[in-house]
């Protein structure tokens, strides 16, 4: 099946992106002593081995039919059985940023692809590197790595006062 040019030159960016961070995850994985963050690195590993398994059948000229992407496995986190040190921490924080960078380069990417099947393929990697985000973010939660400074409730009173015309007829 032929794809447009588009299409197959943002694939062929993203393989070795994949290559890259796959690489980057399995020396991540051998560093980590901590079992719950060992686990969470191999499903990231898994999934991210599924999307280039994805791509390259998407790239393939002899494929018939539409390619499908495999659901990402559910996994259950311990968080109270974490005890990082803190190089996991900093690759923990390290791993969510890249699952963010993954998420949004493929959403983006899934905005100018032309093939409706390569099209929707990349918003459903997208989600899941979104959902590896959110899985890595339980676990900094849990640690206490991260500070998000929350704004006071007559700022966002003010703000909701300030908006809420637009709704009005």
């Not at 099209?119 to 990697?125: E, L, V």
């Amino acid at each position: 099946m032929n794809l447009p040019a588009a299409d197959l030159g943002i694939m062929a960016e993203h393989l070795p992106t994949h290559e890259g961070v796959i690489s980057k995850l399995r020396i991540f994985k051998e560093i980590v002593d901590d079992q719950e963050l060992k686990k969470l690195i191999q499903l990231n590993i898994q999934m991210l081995r599924e999307h280039v398994r994805a791509m390259l059948e998407l790239i393939d000229p002899n494929r018939k039919g539409e390619v499908k992407l495999a659901d990402m496995p559910d996994i259950q986190l311990n968080t109270e059985m974490l005890k990082l040190s803190e190089q996991e921490k900093d690759i923990v924080l390290e791993t969510r940023a890249v699952s963010k960078l993954m998420g949004s380069n493929n959403f983006n990417s899934a905005l100018m692809m032309k093939d409706m099947n390569v099209k929707n393929i990349h918003i459903q990697m997208a989600y899941q590197d979104v959902r590896m985000q959110m899985l890595y973010n339980m676990v900094v939660e849990h640690v206490n790595g991260d500070f998000t400074p929350l704004v006071t409730e007559a700022m966002q009173s003010k703000t909701h006062e300030k908006y809420k015309h637009i709704l009005k007829e």
